[in-house]
């Protein structure tokens, strides 16, 4: 059998929402008075990016027959996304998150309707063959029917030669509770995703303040051989099984104009490096260039600048 050309760089499995981002600044939800439209989630956050990189993208997602999901539609294909996989589901309008704007993690409402409803059927063994990476998000994880097709499809790719990799975008409301989401989290850890967790996601996980060591060792024990930690304003640590570990700092950023999507800038850019095979320490520099690039955007990287330029 001739070997299969692996020509869709990122698969990213999870969920597509619409974000309305406050538009007063530095105040919770409560005194935000309104709020401004933007397509969200934190894997189509890495597809968009992705494409905007050059990359060849494809997102495996479900949203309502209604206006929003025509706007995710729209939105996508403008960027070069392919959304041959993101099903419409009839009677479960498309989800929607309100998100505080804030220089600090945001505070945030979820309404979550169409995108937890992916099914095995969008997610073939042909698509896993042309596939170099396997993206998901512990959000898209944490609830079911999309729980089971993940971890289904994330076995079947790791067998077939895929590279998966999660966001452990860890928040206790959208979980039963916290027992279920460390099973899930350590049954795809064993396919050993690269992993991008941050301070907050692990301040929410493990419930107190964990050294950074032990954090990698938890990780590494559970047969993950490369962890990268995102630090905010203090930028990066990377632990790779058995080596030093490795730590940059941030790129300073005058004015902070939303932190929405950092984390997914950062990790977009750090996958995006990782698939045209450059040493370790230049994805980590390469994605902190991508992130201080987001945090001086509202709602998403630029359109009018060529990214690629900027960062090669």
């Excluded at 060849?56 to 959304?83: C, H, P, W």
């Excluded at 980590?284 to 987001?294: N, T, V």
Aim: aromatic share 8%; charged share 25%.
């Amino acid at each position: 059998m001739e070997n299969e050309i692996k020509n869709i760089d990122i698969l990213c499995v999870g969920e597509v929402l619409i974000d309305f981002i406050g538009h007063q600044t530095e105040v919770l939800i409560n005194n935000t008075r309104d709020y401004h439209r933007y397509l969200g989630g934190s894997p189509t956050n890495v597809a968009m990016n992705s494409a905007r990189l050059g990359l060849k993208s494809k997102m495996v997602a479900t949203v309502g027959n209604d206006g929003f999901g025509e706007y995710i539609f729209e939105r996508l294909n403008q960027v070069g996304v392919n959304t041959d996989s993101i099903v419409k589901v009839e009677n479960k309008p498309t989800s929607v998150i309100f998100v505080s704007r804030s220089q600090k993690t945001p505070d945030f409402i979820p309404y979550r309707e169409a995108d937890y409803w992916i099914s095995e059927n969008q997610i073939s063994a042909d698509l896993l063959k042309k596939t170099k990476i396997y993206h998901t998000t512990c959000f898209a994880l944490s609830k079911k029917p999309a729980q089971t097709t993940i971890l289904k499809k994330a076995e079947e790719a790791y067998n077939l030669g895929c590279k998966l990799s999660i966001d452990i975008n860890y928040a206790d409301e959208l979980w039963e509770d916290k027992e279920q989401a460390l099973r899930v989290i350590k049954a795809y850890c064993k396919f050993n995703p690269l992993i991008k967790i941050s301070e907050d996601d692990m301040l929410r996980l493990f419930e107190h303040v964990v050294p950074h060591e032990e954090i990698f060792e938890f990780f590494h024990n559970e047969g993950v051989d490369t962890i990268c930690l995102t630090l905010g304003s203090k930028g990066v640590k990377l632990s790779q099984k058995n080596k030093e570990s490795i730590q940059l700092p941030a790129i300073r950023v005058e004015n902070v104009m939303d932190t929405t999507g950092a984390g997914d800038a950062f990790w977009s850019g750090f996958l995006f490096a990782y698939i045209k095979e450059k040493p370790i320490e230049e994805c980590l520099e390469i994605a902190l260039q991508l992130a201080a690039l987001k945090l001086q955007n509202v709602g998403r990287l630029p359109d009018n600048i060529n990214i690629l330029s900027k960062l090669l």
